[in-house]
C-alpha cells in the first residue's frame, strides 16, 4: 500500500500539468464577468482613479482543471506598482469554463490584459455630434510641461516615448489620462502619465465655436528637454 501512494501523487501531478494552448481542444472562457467587474470596481488603486489615471497590465494565469485561477503573474507591468497588484487581485477573482483536451478538462495558462480605465467627473462626456466637424485641441503650456519633464528626465536611463490618452474637457483641461503605448521604461512611463494630466489646452470646438470634451493621443518624450 505504501507503494501506491507516490504512484496516485505522480499521476495527479500529470493530470494537474498545464496543457500548451496550441493542442487544446477549447480554451478557457470567462463565466463570472459581473464578479469580475465588481472586483475592478473594488481594486482600482484609489490614489490613481482619484487623480484620473488608468493603465492595463498583461496578466498570466494559469487555470486549473476546476477552472480556478491556480497562479496569476504579470507578465507586462502597467508601470504603476499598485495597479499591477491590483490586476493581479482582479485576475485572481476569475473562474473560468475550463480548458478541454478531447473530453477531459485541462489546465492551461492564459495571457490576459487587465485594463484600469478612469471615469470621467460627473457632467463629463464625450460631446461631438456624430457627423459634426471639430478642430482638435491646442496644447497651450508647452514650457510648463517641459520644466515637469525636466524633473524626471534626469539620468541617462530616463529616457523614452510613450503615447497617453488624454480626455480634454471643454474648460481645456486634462479629465483622465491612460497610458496606451508604454515607453518599457516604467520610471518614465509614470512621469509621463502625471506630466498629461499637467496638460492645458485651448479646448477643441464645434463649427458653431462652442467647446467640447474630446479623447485625444499625447505622445510624450522624457529626453534632453
Not at 82 to 89: G, K, T, V
Not at 135 to 159: D, F, G, M, W, Y
Request: hydrophobic letters at 45%; proline letters at 9%.
Amino acid at each position: 500500500m505504501l507503494a501506491l501512494a507516490p504512484m496516485r501523487l505522480a499521476a495527479q501531478a500529470a493530470a494537474d500539468a498545464p496543457v500548451a494552448p496550441d493542442v487544446l481542444s477549447a480554451a478557457p472562457t470567462l463565466q463570472n464577468r459581473d464578479a469580475v467587474i465588481a472586483a475592478f470596481q473594488q481594486n482600482y488603486p484609489p490614489e490613481l482613479h482619484a487623480i484620473g489615471i488608468g493603465g492595463r497590465a498583461l496578466v498570466r494565469v494559469l487555470v486549473d482543471r476546476q477552472g480556478r485561477p491556480a497562479q496569476v503573474e504579470v507578465v507586462r507591468s502597467s508601470s504603476f506598482p499598485p495597479m499591477d497588484s491590483a490586476a493581479l487581485r482582479v485576475a485572481a477573482a476569475m473562474r473560468f469554463l475550463p480548458a478541454r483536451q478531447g473530453a477531459s478538462a485541462v489546465a492551461t495558462w492564459v495571457q490576459l490584459p487587465v485594463a484600469f480605465t478612469p471615469g470621467l467627473p460627473e457632467g463629463e462626456k464625450a460631446t461631438v455630434p456624430r457627423g459634426s466637424k471639430v478642430s482638435a485641441p491646442k496644447l497651450a503650456n508647452r514650457e510648463e510641461i517641459q520644466q515637469v519633464l525636466r524633473q524626471h528626465c534626469t539620468s541617462e536611463e530616463a529616457r523614452g516615448r510613450g503615447t497617453v490618452r488624454v480626455f480634454v474637457g471643454g474648460d481645456g483641461t486634462p479629465k483622465a489620462a491612460e497610458l496606451t503605448e508604454p515607453s518599457g521604461n516604467a520610471a518614465v512611463d509614470r512621469a509621463m502619465t502625471h506630466a498629461a494630466l499637467v496638460l492645458r489646452f485651448e479646448p477643441a470646438r464645434l463649427a458653431s465655436g462652442a467647446p467640447v470634451g474630446v479623447w485625444v493621443n499625447v505622445p510624450i518624450f522624457c529626453a534632453d528637454v
